[in-house]
């Protein structure tokens, strides 16, 4: 399968700073990328939707100020929580589909475990 | 709206044993289906998927799954459990018309020896 590299895996950060977290498709185009959100032992949430070249499509509830989005690549979206905040201390798991064969899945990164402290 | 149900919260089973963990989903056509395993603090890793024709698909790692659009599932098998199969499962579904993957609430599985 492809791979998708999420980075970093793990990050501590103090309340109110930003943080970015990258999501590279290294052997496709990632034409389509997805931002989940899990917390202890509960699934994933969906966060939002980016197409590359294209404004994210965020889903009720989650905050697109506070949730920064960019894909502005075919191999790169990154996420950026601004002024963190120990409430957003998650594992967050970005996720990519590219197209042709590519398209029939979405391929998922390492996931990144934020603390803010 | 599309959703998943996965009945079973934690499932214990001892090395050797089979498995089957239970999927249901809520969709007005045929979606596609997924099974993925997350290992903990990992990411997930696709075990196998359901996007048309034979209805019992096989897997990675000795997995499959059989869709019964009747029952509207996609339960997943495995006929001997081994130790390292130890993780959280998570079935998937996406609409044909969708690029969004809706997950259930996953199962916990322990193996014992």
């Known amino acids: 399968g492809a791979v998708v590299s999420q980075h970093p895996s793990w990050v501590i950060c103090k309340s109110g700073t930003s943080v970015k977290i990258e999501c590279r498709s290294l052997?496709?185009?990632?034409?389509?990328m997805f931002w989940y959100r899990q917390f202890p032992k509960q699934s994933l949430m969906l966060m939002a939707t980016?197409?590359?070249?294209?404004?994210?499509?965020?889903e009720q509830g989650v905050e697109k100020d506070k949730f920064l989005i960019n894909h502005a690549s075919l191999t790169l979206s990154t996420l950026t929580v601004t002024s963190a905040h120990p409430e957003d201390s998650s594992f967050y798991i970005c996720?990519?589909?590219?197209?042709?064969?590519?398209?029939?899945?979405?391929?998922f990164g390492q996931g990144t475990r934020l603390t803010v402290v | 709206a599309q959703s998943v149900t996965q009945p079973d919260i934690h499932i214990t089973v001892s090395e050797g044993a089979s498995l089957e963990l239970r999927c249901n989903y809520s969709?007005?056509?045929?979606?596609?289906l997924f099974w993925y395993v997350q290992s903990p603090g990992q990411g997930l890793q696709l075990l196998l998927k359901?996007?048309?024709?034979?209805?019992l698909v096989q897997g990675i790692k000795g997995f499959e799954a059989e869709f019964k659009r009747s029952q509207s599932s996609f339960n997943l098998r495995k006929p001997s459990v081994h130790w390292s199969d130890a993780a959280e499962y998570f079935c998937?579904?996406?609409?044909?018309?969708?690029?969004?993957?809706?997950f259930g609430t996953g199962t916990r599985l322990q193996v014992f020896p």
């Open positions: 052997d496709f185009q990632a034409t389509t």
């Open positions: 998937a579904v996406v609409g044909h018309n969708t690029d969004k993957l809706i």
């Open positions: 996720s990519a589909r590219g197209t042709g064969v590519w398209n029939t899945e979405a391929f």
């Open positions: 980016s197409n590359e070249g294209s404004k994210a499509t965020y």
């Open positions: 969709y007005g056509a045929t979606p596609y």
């Open positions: 359901y996007l048309s024709g034979d209805t």
